[in-house]
């Protein structure tokens, strides 16, 4: 497994997760995928918790370096169900929000009315 997750590495397989799961001990820091791993989560997922506030790395980390985070938290964060709730509610709110404004940007009425004035080439 790579330390960094903005490589161009194919996507994890799912015996590299039933392998790190099964370890005897785990370590007493994990990135990004191995946090996704515990929770059930993607790495984007783990990193959109990082930004809003719901995950906190590691050291005092600034803009796209490397995070860690320590094993116990992330364990005790899989172990409770408030937790996890308000992390899916925060994740569902944040795509939510994000496809909408995709949905609009797309039905712009400026967009439809520029494509309604093209003339129409004709079939002569």
């Known amino acids: 497994m790579s330390n960094h997750i903005y490589t161009t590495e194919s996507p994890p397989k799912q015996s590299d997760k039933f392998e790190f799961l099964n370890l ?3 370590p007493g820091k994990v990135d990004y995928r191995q946090a996704g791993y515990i929770l059930d989560f ?3 997922a783990i990193q959109k918790l ?3 506030g719901h ?7 600034t803009g796209t370096e ?3 985070f320590p094993t116990q938290t992330i364990l005790q964060c899989a172990r409770d169900a408030k937790w996890m709730d308000k992390a899916m509610k925060a994740l569902q709110s944040h795509w939510a929000e994000k496809n909408s404004r995709r949905k609009t940007a797309t039905l712009n009425p400026s967009r439809i ?3 309604l004035e093209q003339p129409v080439a004709s079939g002569a």
């Open 55 to 61: 995950l906190k790395p590691l050291g005092n980390n």
């Open 66 to 68: 490397h995070k860690y």
């Open 113 to 115: 009315r520029r494509r």
């Open 50 to 52: 990082v930004a809003l």
């Open 42 to 44: 993607e790495p984007v």
């Open 24 to 26: 005897r001990l785990l």
